[in-house]
């Protein structure tokens, strides 16, 4: 059926500054037209808190795995209703947009858009589809100011001066139609794989359970069979650094934009080393640990993040993070970790490198370590080819909802799928992870 889908008859300039050219019968019309500022502020804060993504849009913040600093209160915080347009300033140069499908509250450092009068132009699921598209971030980021990439901001005022793609009505009904049938095959790909994922962690979870609880008289405190690795960086303001960030469930590491010296604040950081265990200082509790592989040499991190490496003659370092995230693992991260601040807990590694963990001999050890090897192995290659899928859908959307394929005639033969809450996540969902270092308020 997509092989299928060909170009409308004709088309013309659109008015983007990334050149987009839309059918013919397609108008355009400036932002400010077609929505205006909400700055209506919370009294009490204690509205549904929502947050704001690059890959998932607006969700509501305790359906998400995001473990940025939460604020102390939520009084002053925007409150914005369903289909208004939610835009974090700091990051619309990512696409951290969209439609809201909630009442709640957001950041007051994002801008609240609503459609102007009873007649919208938009329908709000396409707008959502439509303003996250490549294209949009194009323009969201000619349109920000600042004088580095982490530092560029959208204001209202720019934001008001792009011009808006508006098909008619019913073309965005058969859009809409079409991505909602596209969107569900996806999704169902996209589970199938990650049980695949889950199996292997399993496996995992169940031979470092055996071995632990057949070796339990063995034991050494964690701290005589690690060796803290403390690797500081002489950090020059005009060169470039990658930040290591971890996610929680024991489910890797990825990287952040890279960033100047001088933009990196006031943390001391530290180099990272393929084979090293890096551990989240804010959210350990939450299974946010991790082995840096090649791939992550010459990164780094906080202070906030320990990093251990087995001593040789003793441990093995992928034993050790098995352990970590085994039942009894999870139980120590816990325990040595307090606060009061929501789900920001701090882990007193003092305290846990004190713990007594289970210490099988090293053959037992390597067994475990096979079994780590083959779950990041599966792990890799399923979300690459997630990755491949779900960037394959990110044209495909774009290209059908700037007008670049018809689908008015292919939506008309497709079954009605079940009408999904917009943005509603995948079960496991992995995409909206940030950790301490990205300490905005929500």
């Known amino acids: ?7 409308y008859a004709s088309y013309r300039d659109s008015g983007l500054l990334h050149p987009t050219p839309i059918p013919e019968h397609w108008t355009t019309l400036r932002a400010k037209v077609v929505f205006h500022e909400v700055d209506d502020k919370s009294s009490s804060g204690k509205e549904t808190l929502l947050s704001v993504s690059h890959i998932s849009g607006v969700r509501q913040r305790s359906d998400i795995n995001a473990t940025m600093f939460l604020a102390k209160s939520n009084v002053g915080h925007k409150r914005c209703q369903p ?3 939610v835009i974090n300033t700091m990051w619309a140069w990512m696409g951290a947009l969209g439609v809201s499908p909630y009442s709640g509250i957001v950041s007051p450092a994002y801008a609240v858009y609503r459609q102007r009068g009873p007649e919208a132009p938009l329908l709000p699921k396409y707008a959502d589809h439509l303003l996250r598209t490549p294209n949009y971030i194009a323009e969201y980021t000619s349109r920000s100011t600042g004088i580095h990439s982490s530092r560029l901001r959208m204001y209202p005022e720019a934001f008001f001066r792009a011009p808006l793609i508006i098909p008619p009505r019913e073309d965005q009904e058969a859009i809409l139609r079409f991505l909602a049938y596209v969107n569900g095959r ?6 199938a794989k990650r049980k695949v994922i889950r199996a292997a962690s399993d496996a995992r979870a169940a031979v470092t359970d055996e071995i632990a609880r057949k070796h339990a008289g063995r034991t050494s405190r964690l701290a005589l069979v690690t060796t803290p690795a403390v690797r500081p960086v002489a950090r020059e303001r005009s060169t470039s650094y990658v930040r290591l960030g971890l996610r929680n469930r024991g489910r890797g590491i990825f990287h952040k934009p890279a960033q100047v010296g ?5 943390s001391e950081f530290f180099w990272v080393e393929p084979g090293d265990l890096v551990i989240s200082g ?16 010459g990164t780094i991190v906080s202070h906030r993040y320990p990093i251990l490496r087995a001593r040789p003659d003793a441990a093995l370092t992928p034993y050790l993070w098995a352990l970590l995230r085994s039942s009894y693992g999870e139980l120590l991260l816990n325990v040595n970790s307090r606060g009061a601040a929501g789900r920001n807990r701090p882990l007193n590694d003092r305290a846990l490198g004190k713990e007594k963990v289970p210490l099988p001999p090293l053959p037992e050890q ?3 370590a096979e079994f780590v090897e083959v779950e990041a192995a599966v792990r890799r290659e399923v979300e690459r080819e997630i990755a491949s899928v779900q960037e394959y859908r990110a044209q495909l959307v774009a290209d059908i909802a700037t007008g670049q394929l018809d689908v008015r005639e292919a939506a008309k033969s497709l079954p009605t799928m079940p009408e999904l809450t917009l943005n509603e996540p995948l079960p496991d969902d992995e995409s909206d992870d940030i950790d301490e270092d990205d300490n905005e308020a929500a």
Do not use: N, T
């Open 83 to 85: 289909d208004d347009l």
């Open 186 to 191: 996806v999704d169902d790909y996209v589970r």
């Open 1 to 7: 059926m997509i092989e299928g889908l060909k170009p």
């Open 282 to 297: 804010q959210f350990a509790w939450e299974g946010a640990i991790a082995i840096a592989s090649d791939g992550d040499s």
């Open 262 to 266: 001088e933009h990196l604040g006031d």
């Open 366 to 368: 390597w067994r475990i």
